[in-house]
Structure formats: C-alpha cells, structure tokens
C-alpha cells in the first residue's frame, strides 16, 4: 500500500498527526527517563578511578549527542524547506532550534559539573566543551536570525541558508578545535570519556538517549503545532478547529 | 549597439571591484577608521594587564587575530547596506552577468579595503608585542590568506542581515562562530613558529579553507541576496 | 513575448492579488493602475524576478524567467522607486558604471550625449550631491537611452520631473515602442504617448 507522504506534508492534515503522536512520545519519554535515572544512579557500579561522580555521564553524554544530532536534522529539514519550498518543513526546522539549543546548554552545564570533582575547575577548554559551546552560538545566530526578520517567508528561507552554511562548517569546527586542543596538549582526560564495562551502564545510557530523542520529538511536535496555528490563523480549517472554536 | 560593446565576465567582476575602490577612495575616511580601530584593540591589551614581554609575545598572535577578526565584522556593515539602500543592488540582481560573480567582485573589493591594510600593518603591531621576525613574517602570511576568507564569509552574513534592526551586531552572532577554525589556523601557525616547530600544515589548512571559501560563499551570498530582497 | 499567468502575490497574510493573466507583445505600452497598497510595485517586482510569486508563470519567450536569469536580465531594464544613483560620484560615472553593470560598455562620450539628451548639458560632472531630486531622476532614466533592451519596467517614472521632462519621457517611449520595443509602468501622473494606445491593467 503506497502512503501519500505529502498528504502529511500539508500543515492542516500534520497538525492533527502532530497532536495524536506527542502525548505518546512525552509518556514514554517519561517511563524511558525514570527508568534510565534508576539504574544509572542506583545500579550501575561505581567506577573505578571517577567514583560516583562519573554518573553523570548518564546525563552528559545523551545531551551532547543529541545537540549535534538535532543541529543536523534541523539543517535537514531546513534544506528541504529551502529546496521544495514546503512550509512544513521550515516550521520543524524553526521548532527544532530551542530544544537543540537547550540540549546544548544542559551538555555544557553537565560538562562543567563534571569537571568540578574530576579537575578540580568549573570550566577546562578541552575539546568537546569547547565545541559544544561554538554549537550553543550556531543555534542561538539561527534562532536571533529567525527573530529579527518579521516576514515569516524571508525569516524561513535566511536561516534556512544559515542553518546549512552551519552545518557544513560543523565538522571543520570540530576537527579544528580538536586540532587546536592537540596542539596545546590539553587536559589528557576528556570530558565524557568512560570505560562502560558494566551491561548495567550500558542499558542506563541507552535508556536515557532513547529518553532525550523521545523527549525532543514531543516537545518539537508541541511547538511545531503552536507554530502552525500562528502562521495559519487566518486560513479556514483553524478558525473550524475545535480547540480555536470553543 | 554593437556585439563589441558587450561587456565579458572578467570585465565586469573587473567593473565592481573598480567600482567599489574608487567608491571608497572618494570616502577615505571610512577604510581609515578600521584600521585605526584594529590598532586600538591591539593596543587595549597590553594596558589591561601587566606588560610582561614574555606573556605579550605569547598573547600577541592572538590578540592580532581577535582584532583582525572585529575590525572585518565592523566593516561589513558596508558590504551591501549602502547599495541596498540607494537601489544599485536592484540593478546588480538584474545583472545579465551571475549575481555570485558580481558578490565576488564585492568580496574582493572589501578585502583590499578592509583587510589588505590590515596584513600591512601588522607586523608593526607584532613588534610591539616583541613577536621575533620569523614569527611576523608566519603572521602576515596567515593573515593574508586569513583575511579573504574573513571577507567571504562575512558577505553571507552581511547578506543574510541586509536591512534588519540592529543587522550589525547580529551579523557579528552568526559570522563569528563560523570564523573561528581560520582564528585557529592563524593564530596556531604564529605559536608553532614561536614554538620552534613548523608553521606549515597551519597554513596549508588556512590555504585549503581559502579556496573552498571562496569557491563557495560568493554563491551562497547571492542566494542570500535574493531571500534578502525578496 | 512577455506572458503573465494565473499570478498571485501577497505580502506577508495579505494577499495582494490572484488569477492575474496577460501578456504583452512588440510595440506595446501597458499601464498598471490601481490604488495604493493593490501591489502595483510588488506587480513589477515580480515581473523582474526579485519576487516569488504564490502562484502563476512568467514567461520570457516561452521561457519562464526564472531558469534563464541571465538571459533575461540582458533584455530588461528597470527603474524603480531608487534611483541606483551615488552621491559620491558624478553623472557620467554613475551612468557608466550602471550601463556597466547592465553589461554595456559605454565610453565618455557617449554617456555625455545620453545626459545631454536628458537635459543635463553642463552637469555631466558635478557631484551629484548637488543636483536636484529632478535631476538626479533624469540620470537615472538616462539609462535608457544606452543599449537596446526591448522591455521596460518602470516605477512611477515621472517622479519628481518636471513639465519638460515629462514630455521628453513620453517622446523615449514612443521612440522606443516604434523600434518594437515594449513598455510596462505604473504612475501617477498622466504618461500618454502619441499614436500609441495604453492598455491598461488595474488591481483592485
């Protein structure tokens, strides 16, 4: 059976989809994290040469990959949207930018937690903090070019091209700032370096990447519904919206 | 009028930067204020802390280039604004040449004005943080490759921002973060000298990030263009 | 040559106009009437390209004009509401340089004569930041006594020109339609050229 993909497409038939799919993806998100936090916190041994404090590696490393990843999908649909001029396409790219963006900070506030005990200092320019801090400025350039440009069409299309410029100087980004930092030999241990030995571990990372990915497809579905409802206030199908109408 | 008449790519590429050197000679007072203002940053940090020429040489590569890196942001304001708001971007758009070609020209143009007197004039600068001459002759190798790239990639940014509230500071959010491995490449082939190791895999890097540079953003500008004007 | 089809424009919600069709041919002048605010200006924006329409095709020889910019460009010339003009500079050079960027390559004299056509005799090479709004208009429609594109796009051309100029306008357009050229312009005042009947295009 062949599925008509660009039914889904249309903005008035995705928000309702949108609306259906979120609240399932916040609930398991929720079982996903409780259930990660448990055995990361509890069960999984203690490490040998970090103790305790590696734990937050739990936390740490699912927000980084996902701060990346998100910057990609993000850029992803961007080009899409710029390519195929769909509308629904710059919405998602928009609705991606904040939770990327707050993944970001909490990988860098995480990174920081984490060097307090293992270096004795808040903030160390090691590689990857020091990347994840250049990706902070890329979402935040993206989301204040977005802001400053009033009509919604030009908004989409200029940081669309931003969002693509950005990523493709993604990994230059990352192998330069690696470089720089090899070359000035910085701190020997890296931020979110852990030996995982444990099956234990293993299953508490894995639990709570599958977390943060759930987690930001229901908040992005969240918003891109408000997104929709604003850009299509004046169209017919939401002003006959039960949700508009009452 | 007559085939000859007609004007090739090279002669127009040559059009726009003759145009815009001759624009800003009748202005001179608009190049000399970021030169004044990337000597004054450079000057700022030896006052900030104390001037201990060990610790100045080894900031001053850095501090080169972090000027360097504002005094391109703050002329890139001019890039396109004043053409946009006088309609010669209008005209240029419908060019019967590729925009990305006239965007080049353009890039060309801000570098010689911008940057060039900036490549010039730092090994003065050099000297006064006590960088060694194989050491100033690495920095202004870099910065000459450096600096066009500093220009191509902020005509997207400046394309981007054409005509917003506030465009200058926010050309400068999106233009840096994208600036910073040819901050790197710089400002490490200096160190690397000054470390007595070679200056050379430095370079090539900035040297292979020039080309793809320039290859690249004059497109990318011109497409922002066209959002821009929309 | 030019066709408009099933054109629709808005600007941000507001839709400004739909289902717009029509076409122009050699030797024919069109006038684009309508109120402030009907997308007279956005009309000939997209007719340049600088606009994406919402809907519809324009074609340029058949050929819709966004997969041959170039080529379309060299047979365009429009004058908007700016004047393209530098303060820096004096009337010749900003001719030449915009005759330049049109692809034409025009040498002093030729820009002197152009200008003096224009009723500029003796302010070919002051700065402009002397000349007059009128004036300063007269330089900027100077470029279309250099090359020969056959379509006309002007905006409101009659801005700030005086009674003379205006006569002398509608002499250029004559001029130009005879020689199979063609013309599309909104304005204000009243532009009729003699012998030629306006068609006229209104937005509502």
């Not at chain 1, 204040?144 to 200029?158: N, T």
């Not at chain 2, 000859?4 to 930067?17: P, T």
């Not at chain 3, 006038?31 to 606009?51: D, P, W």
Request: with cysteine; glycine share 8%; aromatic share 8%.
């Amino acid at each position: 059976m062949a599925i008509n993909w660009f039914k889904y497409s249309a903005p008035s038939t995705f928000y309702g989809l949108a609306g259906k799919i979120a609240p399932w993806c916040a609930g398991i998100s929720a079982v996903l994290f409780a259930a990660g936090l448990y055995i990361g916190l509890v069960v999984a041994p203690t490490d040998a040469t970090q103790g305790e404090s590696y734990r937050i590696f739990f936390i740490h490393v699912p927000t980084a990959i996902l701060s990346m990843f998100l910057y990609l999908v993000m850029a992803g649909y961007a080009a899409i949207g710029l390519i195929f001029n769909t509308r629904l396409s710059a919405m998602m790219a928009t609705a991606l930018a904040p939770t990327g963006a707050l993944f970001t900070f909490i990988a860098l506030w995480t990174g920081a937690l984490w060097g307090k005990p293992t270096w004795g200092t808040w903030w160390v320019w090691d590689a990857r903090l020091t990347s994840e801090l250049i990706l902070l400025f890329l979402y935040i350039g993206f989301m204040a070019l977005h802001s400053s440009i009033d009509d919604p069409r030009r908004a989409d299309r200029a940081a669309a091209l931003l969002a693509i410029v950005g990523s493709v100087n993604v990994p230059i980004i990352y192998y330069s700032v690696r470089w720089w930092n090899s070359l000035h030999q910085g701190p020997t241990f890296e931020v979110g370096r852990v030996a995982v030995y444990d099956d234990t571990m293993r299953q508490a990372f894995l639990l709570m990447l599958f977390a943060c990915w759930l987690y930001a497809a229901a908040v992005v579905l969240w918003r891109v519904r408000s997104i929709i409802l604003e850009r299509e206030r004046s169209t017919q199908w939401v002003a006959e919206l039960k949700e508009i109408r009452a | 009028m007559n085939p000859q008449d007609k004007m090739s790519l090279s002669d127009s590429l040559m059009l726009v930067i003759r145009r815009d050197w001759l624009l800003a000679m009748r202005r001179r007072a608009d190049v000399l204020t970021t030169l004044v203002f990337f000597v004054m940053v450079v000057s700022l940090f030896p006052l900030s802390m104390e001037p201990d020429p060990n610790v100045l040489r080894k900031i001053a590569p850095g501090v080169v280039w972090v000027a360097a890196l504002l005094a391109s942001m703050l002329s890139l304001g001019r890039l396109f604004s004043a053409d946009h708001a006088d309609g010669t971007l209008e005209q240029m758009m419908l060019a019967p040449q590729p925009l990305a070609l006239l965007v080049f020209g353009k890039i060309v143009a801000h570098w010689m004005l911008s940057g060039l007197p900036l490549v010039l004039l730092a090994p003065v600068l050099g000297l006064q943080f006590g960088v060694p001459t194989e050491g100033l002759w690495v920095l202004v190798a870099g910065l000459l490759l450096g600096t066009p790239m500093l220009s191509a990639i902020g005509a997207i940014g400046a394309a981007l921002t054409l005509g917003l509230r506030g465009g200058g500071v926010l050309v400068s959010l999106l233009v840096l973060p994208l600036c910073i491995p040819v901050l790197i490449f710089g400002a490490g082939a200096v160190d690397a000298v000054l470390a007595a190791k070679s200056a050379a895999p430095n370079l090539a890097l900035l040297g292979a990030a020039l080309v793809v540079s320039l290859a690249a953003a004059p497109w990318v500008a011109a497409q922002a263009l066209r959002i821009s004007m929309e | 040559m030019l066709e408009v089809n099933d054109l629709a424009c808005s600007r941000g919600d507001h839709r400004l106009f739909s289902g717009l069709s029509f076409s122009l041919s050699a030797g024919e002048l069109m006038r684009i009437e309508g109120v402030n605010g009907s997308g007279k200006t956005s009309l000939l924006r997209a007719l340049c390209g600088f606009l994406m329409p919402d809907a519809g095709t324009i074609r340029w020889r058949g050929e819709d004009i966004r997969a041959q910019r170039e080529e379309y460009h060299a047979e365009l010339v429009y004058l908007g509401h700016l004047n393209a003009i530098k303060d820096d500079l004096d009337a010749r050079e900003n001719l030449r340089i915009n005759a330049g960027m049109a692809g034409i390559r025009l040498d002093g004299k030729e820009a002197v004569a152009a200008l003096r056509r224009m009723g500029l005799r003796g302010r070919e090479t002051l700065p402009m930041k002397v000349l007059s709004q009128g004036q300063r208009r007269r330089v900027a429609l100077a470029r279309l006594l250099v090359g020969d594109a056959p379509l006309w796009i002007l905006d409101e051309p009659l801005t700030a020109l005086d009674v003379g100029a205006v006569g002398l306008m509608q002499e250029l357009i004559g001029e130009h339609l005879a020689r199979g050229g063609m013309a599309i312009y909104t304005t204000h005042q009243p532009l009729e050229v003699a012998g030629v009947t306006t068609r006229r295009l209104a937005l509502s």
